[in-house]
Nanobody
Framework: QVQLVESGGGLVQAGGSLRLSCAAS????????MGWFRQAPGKEREFVAL???????YYADAVKGRFIISRDNAKNTVILQMNSLKPEDTAVYYC????????????????????WGQGTQVTVSS
């Protein structure tokens, strides 16, 4: 049984940082394409970042240069380090996993991912 559990969300002032974690069980994160998505109130879910099994990374333009996705294979965890946060980053952040290849052009297609976490709330105050 696969479980993805996000943690690390919270309330932070604009310009601050947060570190989100996605702890996986039932799968090995180094063998999966692992993505982060977010959904703000009243908006559609959007792609944030992807790390493929080969460790290549991809980011949405809105977060490029501010967010970093990485893996801790020893802990079977995916990390999203979020810096220089803005109020528009406020959303529920979700971790997702796909067992097959995810091409960069497909990274934002939520329907490709096989497993999803429950999400963690991030609120950035101005």
């Amino acid at each position: 049984q696969v479980q993805l559990v996000e943690s690390g969300g919270g309330l932070v002032q604009a310009g601050g940082s947060l570190r989100l974690s996605c702890a996986a069980s039932g799968l090995t994160v180094s063998s999966y394409a692992m993505g982060w998505f977010r959904q703000a109130p009243g908006k559609e879910r959007e792609f944030v970042a992807l790390i493929r099994s080969g460790s290549s990374t991809y980011y949405a333009d809105a977060v490029k240069g501010r967010f970093i996705i990485s893996r801790d294979n020893a802990k079977n965890t995916v990390i999203l380090q979020m810096n220089s946060l803005k109020p528009e980053d406020t959303a529920v952040y979700y971790c997702a996993a796909r067992s097959g290849l995810v091409r960069p052009s497909q990274a934002a297609l939520g329907g490709l991912y096989d497993y999803w976490g429950q999400g963690t709330q991030v609120t950035v105050s101005s």
